[in-house]
C-alpha cells in the first residue's frame, strides 16, 4: 500500500496517538444520571444534554437486549447512538441492563412497563420514544402489546428478528479460530499497520472488540432461556407468544413501528425481521427500512450514521409533530 503526503502525516499522527495512549477510540460513556427514587427508576440513567441544547419533545429510552451491555447503543464518542440522539436536542435515557438475571415474563410485565413509566414520568408526563435493538426491540414491541395502556409514544425496533427459522441464533459460528496468541501479537498489529492511515476504522474496531469483550462478563444462560420462551415452536413468526402462560399476539399494538433489518446480517437478515409488516395490523402505521451493515453494524456501525440513524431521526422528528415539543419539566438530575 502506497501513501499519499497526506495519508504519511495522518498515519504518522496515529501512530503517535497510539504510542503515548495505547488506543485510538475514544470509550468515555456518555454522561447520564440514574433518576432519583427507587425500584425502576434504579435501572434508567437520563443522558445529561450538551452545554447550551435544552431538550425537547417526547422522551427517547433506549432498550437494550436482555442480558447484553447496554453500552451498544454508547460504543465510542462520534459514533455513538446515544451521542447522536442526545446532540440532536431530544431527551434521552437508557434502561441500563445492569440489573439480576429476569426472565421474558419479568423483561415483558415488570423491567420495561416499570422503566418506560417512570421515563414518563421523569419528561413530563410524555409518551415515550422506544429504541430497541435485536430482542430489545422484540420485548419492546411485546410490551407495548401486553400492555396497550402504557405510555409509549412509538417503537423502533433494529434488526428484531420474530422468524426464528429465518434468523440465526447468535451463538459462536463455527469458524475455524486462529492459535492462541495468534490474533494478539500479529494479526491485530498487522492489521493496525494497514489502516494507520484511517483513525475512523482502527477507533471503530477498538470499540467492538472492547464491547464483544465486555458480552463475556453477562449471563449467557439468561440470554439462552429468553431466546427459547420467544422462538419456541417459531409462534412470534405468527404473531403471538406465551408469556407466563398468558398470549401476547402483536396485532394488539397500537402504536407506530419502525422496523430496521441490514442487508448483511446473519443474526437477525432481512427475512426474519420482514413479517413485522403483515404481524402489527393494529398499529397505526409500520415501516419496513433495508439498510447495509451486520447485526451490530446496522445499530452503531460507521455507515448506520447515514442510513440507521438517518431513518431513526426522520422517525424521532414524526413523533415530535404527533405529541408536541414540550420541553423537559425536571431539572437534571445531580450526580453526588
Sequence with gaps: MILSPRGVRTAAANAVQLARHGHLADLRPMPADP????GA??????????????????????VPPPAVPARCYDLRRGCSLAEHVVRAGR??????????????????????????????RDAGGQPVQLVGWCLGGVVSLLAAADDPGLPIAS???????????????????PVPRPPAGIEERVLRPYRTLAHLDNADLLAQIEAVEQFTATMAGFPGRTARHI?????????LAAGAVDVDGRRVELGRVRVPVLAIAGRGDGIAPVRSVL?????LP????????????????????????????????RWLDEGTVRHGIRRQRRAPAVTV
Design 41 to 62: 427508576a434504579r435501572a434508567v440513567r437520563r443522558y445529561r444534554p450538551p452545554e447550551g441544547v435544552v431538550p425537547a419533545g417526547p422522551p427517547v429510552l433506549f
Design 91 to 120: 431527551i434521552g435515557y437508557l434502561l441500563d441492563d445492569d440489573l439480576a438475571p429476569t426472565g421474558l415474563r419479568e423483561w415483558v410485565r415488570e423491567v420495561l412497563p416499570a422503566a418506560i413509566r417512570t421515563v414518563s
Design 35 to 38: 433518576l432519583e427514587g427507587g
Design 275 to 279: 413479517p413485522l409488516i403483515r404481524l
Design 155 to 173: 417503537v423502533a425496533a433494529v434488526a428484531a428478528p420474530v422468524d426464528a427459522r429465518a434468523a440465526r441464533p447468535p451463538v459462536r459460528l
Design 282 to 313: 393494529g398499529a397505526p402505521k409500520v415501516r419496513f427500512e433495508v439498510v447495509s451493515g451486520g447485526h451490530l453494524d446496522v445499530l452503531t456501525g460507521r455507515s448506520a450514521r447515514a442510513t440507521t440513524w438517518a431513518h431513526l431521526d
Design 227 to 235: 431466546r427459547r420462551a420467544l422462538f419456541r415452536d417459531n409462534a
